[in-house]
């Protein structure tokens, strides 16, 4: 696998996680880098039929346990069928959410046991590992008060107590994956945030983008 060809977006609901790495996705493809954006969970059919069970709002509790397996049996079928032949190919890999997604929230959000999914992670990835994370970083609150409006999925709704504890353990991941997480005040504007990005990329890649 080529240095940084899997870069993943990782941060609580209405960090604006999405909009920056659709942003990356535009910007390499411009100079005709050969680039897919994933979005987890989801990505296959199988991955999405997925999603829909995790997502739905539901009048049955889902245990948190049910939730983490899910999430890694999408992410599983996601890493088997494009992931991996695509890194194999040489093509560049954007992701809207990947493996940390789980330490934060089923591990932050639900309390689930980090070792436990750390090793459940390593086996529904095959041990395939992104490169380079762009974590944005903002208070729950501001996610809460740029989502007004919008719909919530069930994991969305469960309150501003969860995205805190989210938002806490996605701090812990920063600090012990500094060689590969870098972390972006999400206060910034779109623009400075996706020109910072750009350039985080562009200096860990220069041989292959200039």
Request: hydrophobic share 35%.
């Amino acid at each position: 696998m080529t240095k940084n060809h899997f870069i993943t977006f990782e941060g609580i609901d209405g960090s604006g996680k999405s909009t920056q790495a659709k942003i990356l996705v535009e910007k390499l493809q411009s100079l005709n880098i050969e680039t897919l954006f994933l979005r987890e969970p989801g990505g296959t059919s199988i991955s999405e039929e997925i999603r829909s069970v995790l997502l739905n709002n539901r009048e049955d509790e889902m245990s948190s346990r049910s939730e983490a397996l899910l999430m890694c049996a999408s992410r599983a079928q996601l890493t088997k069928d494009i992931i991996s032949p695509a890194l194999k190919a040489g093509k560049w890999i954007i992701a809207d959410r990947y493996a940390d997604s789980t330490l934060a929230y089923q591990g932050g959000g639900r309390g689930l046991n980090l070792d436990w999914l750390i090793k459940l992670n390593q086996f529904a990835t095959y041990g395939i590992e992104p490169n380079l994370t762009f974590y944005i970083d903002i208070e729950p609150e501001v996610g809460f008060q740029r989502r007004k409006g919008l719909s919530s999925d069930r994991i969305e709704s469960a309150g501003l107590d969860f995205q805190n504890d989210i938002r806490q353990k996605y701090l812990e991941i920063v600090d012990n994956f500094g060689d590969r997480c870098v972390i972006i005040d999400g206060n910034l504007s779109v623009d400075e945030i996706s020109n910072y990005i750009w350039n985080v990329t562009r200096d860990r890649t220069l041989d292959e983008i200039i």
